[in-house]
């Protein structure tokens, strides 16, 4: 091999190996370098064990900046003010808690999906928080099914007053996680964790396939992070949001020109009694499901309510602000749930109400979850719900 | 691992090429090139999981032994049976991982009993490549029974050329005649290199931005396949063939341009082929190794155009039924291959004055429109959703696309543009030729980093041909 005199044809070699050298190092000192969209890819648990009994990494911490989950969906690159601070903090059993928290008598229990978990809020604005900060109603943020919680150990010698299932009336009325509770003696003890090191010394074991491995080198590439992150720089310099959006290749997240704001699956949001997943037979099959569980909870001595809001398709797009109630989903879901004597907050006067006296939206522009104004307006109604439902006058919760 | 994933692209290749270049630059390390060779090549095949491993290596052991035995055993009777062991023992391996769910369940259909209905559902892991390797081993005892090579007698230099990577899975089908002086001695230098450049950038930058860029097409497209209309059904049609022709393009440059960067000379493997005048001339532009071997071993054996009119149509067709088969195990490729033989025939009978007489033009875009209509028959599983393909190219009727449909069109207009530019301008023959001088450098790796970092910002689409 010659390459004295004709060196500079091995150049490209030469910075293709720096490019292989800057993933390596990239990799090597990955937990010091986030390049992450958000906070909860950092703190996921990716060792395939099930989402309820370790949601995510034991005493892990996050403490950055994240942007809407549905910007990279759609290609756009986020704005100044759409890159939010975030602080994620998960407690010894991998639930979004402030750590120790159940070490004391809880009064209530927060229930639902990532509108719960909070996969776009920072710590201080989940509603758990709020609840236990500004209304010392100490509630455990726990975004599991009602059955975890039904077959969960640590509840039943530490059992809260309160369970709020809180979603969006589609999850209200379709999601799995609400549904039945099936009676038996708890069994399931979590384990308690030290500390983040110490959960990762027995839970994240290096892979054992090639295809993992793979996987795992291209998830934390920083030639493949600076790669994107040019393509959406150039994708955004050319064209604006509304023509990016034209031309988007995917059915599952649409822009509104007129809201300016992302959607989700749009379509399938549709609140109209009636339509997909929103027809009067699921509202009656939800309705009677709950009305078991809080029958089953009542024993216990736990109140269930339930807080369902317009989901973001209803409360942010035209086109749906003028639906008669009689065809409102939401509006059917609260009064069946109330004849069948479940416990229910009206979120649907409360929006209203909100979006008559505010300029703001309820759900970020560019995510798929709602915002933290609606965590307190949430909170809010609870504990005044809880006021004015509590037999007891003397124990109302004041902020 | 795929010559176009990330992980060959910033792991695998770099640092294996590196460390080759390192043992290249003496001549007392360079020795242990082959050795690097031999272990890259290992790792390289042991990313597709190690079920069958053994399947590429006892082989190995095996056919360098029987080629021993070949080369030195005088007795013609003896030399005959150690060839058709070692042919026997290839194709078996190759019938039993790729034919045996096919034919049993076929059988089943015939006479139904239960332990073909076991054998039809057994799980059988199909070993990556072992359609191409199969063909690669039977040329080499082939030829050393036929003398026209000497077998090697060095087990270190045939594992080499049993083993080497670029080839391994998807050919070019090399034989050990093209390339043992190379395996004994080779020389990288920057010519080697500039045209290792050229070919990998260029095949990966067609892989990535004409063959992936029109799958996502072809797969919303096949999600409405009971919907399609005459619109999408010929759109169906072309984005196929341009991504099959662009896929496999693209895997054989970046095969011979990693060979050439290790200092190996690979045969070229396509010679625009859908600027093809007829389907006989078609077959010696694309997958030329492949066609080449076909012939040498399957059609010439069989008696080739010596034997008669009727026998040379007979072994043109049976050639291609079989050339069918080789692509997979189902009747949508023995449909194919016995169309491709029918028109190979056709063109034969058929008086060559009146072909002739057609412009170049109108017969260049007759033999793409024809090739490009078999391919649907290729591309689909079952030979029912072709059907529907053809019903709605015939029924002659129009719908508006889609919003959707429409965006994907729009994205995939780039790809379409370039690969169009690439079939009628560019002849694939005449990347050989580029002289390398510093602004072809320039530009070459600038197309490499270019592709490299194209690649990882979309989605990373398996190689065609790898499944065969």
Redesign the interface.
């Known amino acids: 091999m010659s390459i004295s005199r004709h060196f500079f044809y091995y150049i490209p070699l030469a910075v293709w190996l720096c490019l292989s050298l800057i993933d390596i190092y990239g990799f090597l000192n990955r937990e010091n370098i986030p390049i992450y969209f958000r906070a909860w890819e950092y703190v996921s648990n990716y060792t395939g064990k099930d989402a309820g009994f370790a949601v995510f990494k034991p005493m892990s911490r996050y403490s950055g900046t994240m942007t809407g989950d549905l910007l990279n969906g759609i290609g756009f690159s986020p704005k100044p003010n759409e890159i939010r601070k975030q602080e994620f903090i998960v407690d010894e059993y991998g639930y979004r808690n402030q750590p120790q928290l159940l070490d004391k008598p809880i009064d209530a229990i927060v229930l639902g999906s990532s509108f719960v978990a909070g996969g776009q809020e920072t710590q201080e604005n989940l509603i758990s928080e709020i609840l236990t900060r500004d209304y010392n109603l100490r509630t455990y943020n726990s975004p599991t099914s009602l059955q975890y919680y039904w077959d969960d150990y640590r509840f039943k010698s530490n059992t809260p007053k309160y369970i709020f299932v809180v979603g969006t009336e589609g999850e209200i009325i379709n999601s799995l996680w609400k549904y039945i509770i099936e009676e038996k003696e708890p069994y399931n003890i979590p384990h308690k964790w030290n500390s983040y090191q110490e959960w990762k010394a027995e839970n994240e074991q290096l892979p054992n396939t090639f295809e993992k491995w793979a996987f795992l080198f291209k998830q934390y590439s920083l030639t493949r992070f600076a790669s994107v992150q040019l393509d959406f720089k150039l994708k955004n310099l050319m064209y604006s949001r509304e023509e990016i959006a034209k031309q988007s290749t995917q059915n599952f997240v649409t822009y509104d020109p007129q809201s300016k704001m992302l959607f989700w699956q749009k379509d399938f949001d549709n609140p109209t009694l009636g339509t997909e997943g929103k027809k009067t037979e699921d509202i009656v099959k939800s309705a009677e499901t709950l009305k078991k569980s809080s029958d089953q909870l009542n024993m216990r001595g736990v109140r269930l309510i339930v807080v369902a809001l317009p989901s973001k398709t209803h409360a942010e797009l035209e086109t749906y602000k003028n639906i008669p109630d009689s065809q409102n989903a939401l509006i059917i879901l609260q009064k069946t749930l109330k004849k069948y004597e479940v416990e229910v907050i009206d979120m649907n006067e409360a929006v209203e109400e909100y979006k008559n006296t505010h300029s703001t939206p309820l759900y970020y522009p560019d995510d798929s979850h709602w915002n933290s104004d609606t965590n307190y307006l949430i909170s809010k109604k609870i504990v005044e719900y809880l006021n004015d439902n509590t037999k007891t006058k003397n124990k109302k919760i004041k902020r | 691992?795929n010559f176009s994933?990330?992980?060959f692209l910033?792991?695998f290749f770099?640092?294996l090429?590196?460390i080759y270049?390192v043992t290249?630059?003496t001549p007392r390390l360079a020795r242990l090139s082959n050795l690097i060779l031999i272990i890259g090549s290992l790792l390289f095949y042991?990313?597709?999981?190690m079920n069958n491993i053994e399947v590429l290596l006892i082989p190995v052991f095996f056919d360098f032994c029987l080629a021993q035995l070949i080369g030195k055993t005088r007795n013609l009777n003896s030399r005959k049976m150690f060839f058709l062991m070692g042919v026997v023992t290839n194709l078996g391996l190759l019938g039993y991982f790729k034919y045996t769910h096919f034919l049993s369940g076929q059988l089943f259909l015939l006479v139904p009993n239960t332990f073909l209905a076991k054998l039809s559902t057994t799980e059988i892991f199909l070993p990556v490549g072992i359609s191409f390797i199969t063909f690669q081993r039977i040329s080499y005892l082939t030829d050393v029974y036929k003398k026209k090579i000497k077998a090697s007698t060095n087990f270190f230099h045939y594992t080499v050329y049993a083993l080497l990577f670029p080839h391994l899975i998807a050919g070019p089908i090399v034989r050990y005649s093209e390339i043992f002086q190379e395996i004994k001695k080779r020389?990288?230098?920057?010519q080697s290199?500039?045209r290792g450049?050229v070919f990998f950038s260029v095949g990966l930058f067609l892989k990535t931005f004409i063959a992936d860029q029109l799958f996502?097409l072809e797969e919303h497209l096949d999600t409405l396949i009971t919907q399609l209309d005459t619109l999408k059904a010929v759109i169906i049609t072309l984005s196929f063939s341009l991504r099959l022709y662009f896929d496999f393009l693209g895997y054989s440059l970046m095969a011979i341009g990693i060979a050439s960067f290790f200092g190996f000379h690979f045969p070229d493997n396509f010679d625009s082929p859908y600027t093809s005048v007829s389907i006989t001339d078609f077959w010696q532009k694309w997958n030329i190794s492949l066609s080449l071997w076909i012939r040498d071993y399957i059609y010439i054996p069989l008696g080739g155009n010596r034997k008669g009119e009727i026998r040379t149509n007979l072994n043109l067709l049976i050639t291609m039924i079989l050339a069918g088969l080789w692509h997979g195990a189902g009747w949508n490729y023995i449909v194919w291959g016995t169309l491709h033989g029918c028109f190979l025939v056709t063109e034969r009978i058929l008086p060559q004055n009146i072909i002739a007489k057609l412009p170049k033009r109108i017969r260049q875009i007759l033999t793409f429109i024809l090739v490009s209509s078999l391919w649907v028959i290729f591309k689909f599983k079952t030979l029912s959703e072709a059907k529907l393909v053809f019903h709605a190219m015939t029924t002659w009727t129009f719908f508006p696309l889609e919003d959707?449909t429409q965006?994907?069109l729009?994205?995939t207009i780039p790809a379409w543009l370039i690969g169009v530019f690439w079939i009628i301008c560019i002849k694939e023959k005449n990347l050989k030729a580029i002289q390398?001088n510093?602004w072809k450098?320039i530009f070459?790796?600038c197309l490499?980093?270019f592709s490299?970092?194209?690649s990882?910002?979309k989605r990373s689409i398996a190689f065609i041909y790898f499944q065969f």
């Open positions: 691992m994933d990330y992980f910033i792991y770099p640092i090429l590196a270049l290249q630059s042991l990313s597709f999981g020389y990288v230098d920057y290199f500039f450049l996502p959707i965006n994907i729009f994205a390398p510093v450098l070459f790796s490499l980093f490299i970092s194209f990882m910002v």
